[in-house]
């Protein structure tokens, strides 16, 4: 098979499409023939050299793909071969073919272009487990996503909306703004413009929990203070990335008078099974996200698509900060 390989640590160019052996599948597994995958930060962090694969997992960069089932594993009994399926995978997207657990197979839900569908178990698996399953997000909170624009935050906007939370969410640039509102962003905010704590303040002014009661954060460190004075009483702030630093002071003082808890998960390290596992997140993603697709009331954001040999392209693209959405890495027609 051909795979996207990586001739060191560096800019995209250390990337390239070359032959590398078939993978086999393990008990529990399955060879998925990939249709397509998608970038994620994730997928940079890893080209840069600082976000290496788990023990075990596959070199080779993806964390999701969409495809075909054409070879069990020992043991597979619910999947057969022929099935179209997207999955979460710890590594090995970016190839012809992955061999993927059968907990983190999930079938393309209805009506939805197999290509399009390599777009979305990352982003549904980070939103749901950590927004519903870890912070309990429910009707009538207000929720404040930073990235708005990007692949999680657009996807985070629309699952909030269905249901019934309100989104504020910070980005960029007043086009991106413009496409976050139009996806059920209630509250944006130009985070080169503006103060995003004020912002939060002025739009929850005289309510009985001023604040947003949930924080959905990419930058780490560098707003981890700011974030706090943005959470209302009994807040949660939860902390998905780094890209704006690793440690910072955190105020105990502060976090104990708002009652606020901060969590911090990944979800590439989760084990397969067992508790807060991704065979119990892909499960609840399943039931829960799938029929919010199918009914329209979420829909994937694709920025654009390329041919998988093309991904130093697509790792420029997504460097350059003009993305709303997901990229979507083509490996066959």
């Known amino acids: 098979m051909y795979a996207i390989t990586l001739s060191g640590f560096g800019d995209p160019d250390v990337m390239s499409w ?24 994730a997928d940079v962090m890893q080209r840069l050299g600082f976000y290496p694969p788990p023990p075990g997992e596959s070199e080779i960069l993806g964390l999701e793909c969409s495809g075909v089932i054409s070879e069990l594993g020992a043991g597979v009994t619910r999947w057969h ?9 710890a590594g090995g997207g970016y190839a012809e073919r992955v061999a993927v657990p059968v907990t983190q197979l999930m079938p393309i ?6 290509h399009v ?7 549904a698996c980070t939103v749901w487990s950590n927004l519903v399953m870890a912070a309990g997000m429910r009707s009538g909170q207000l929720l404040l996503v930073h990235g708005g624009a990007g692949g999680i935050g657009t996807h985070a906007i629309q699952v909030a909306t269905a249901l019934g939370v309100r989104v504020a969410v910070t980005a960029g640039s007043d086009e991106k703004l413009a496409r976050c509102r139009e996806l059920g962003a209630e509250i ?21 929990r001023p604040g947003a009661d949930l924080i959905l954060d990419n930058m780490g460190a560098k707003y981890l203070a700011r974030n706090l004075d943005a959470l209302a009483p009994d807040g949660q702030l939860v902390i998905i990335g780094m890209q704006g630093g690793r440690t910072a002071e955190l105020d105990l003082s502060a976090l104990m008078a708002k009652r606020a808890r901060v969590l911090a998960t990944g979800l590439r390290t989760r084990p397969r099974i067992g508790p807060s596992g991704k065979a119990e997140i892909a499960g609840a993603v399943v039931d829960r996200v799938w029929p919010l697709i199918s009914e329209g009331l979420v829909q994937p954001v694709v920025h654009a698509e390329l041919p998988v040999a093309e991904a130093a392209a697509a790792h420029r693209l997504l460097d350059s900060g003009e993305v709303v959405g997901k990229i979507v890495l083509v490996v066959r027609n």
Do not use: H, M, W
């Open 18 to 41: 070359s032959e590398q052996p078939d993978p086999s599948p393990g008990p529990g597994e399955v060879i998925v023939d990939v249709a397509a995958t998608a970038v994620n930060r």
């Open 81 to 89: 071969v022929g099935d179209r399926v997207c999955a979460l995978v």
């Open 109 to 114: 839900p209805a009506g939805l272009d197999l």
């Open 117 to 123: 569908a390599a777009s979305l178990p990352e982003v």
């Open 188 to 208: 944006t905010v130009n985070y080169r413009t503006e103060d995003f704590v004020e912002a939060i303040k002025a739009a929850t002014a005289g309510s009985a």
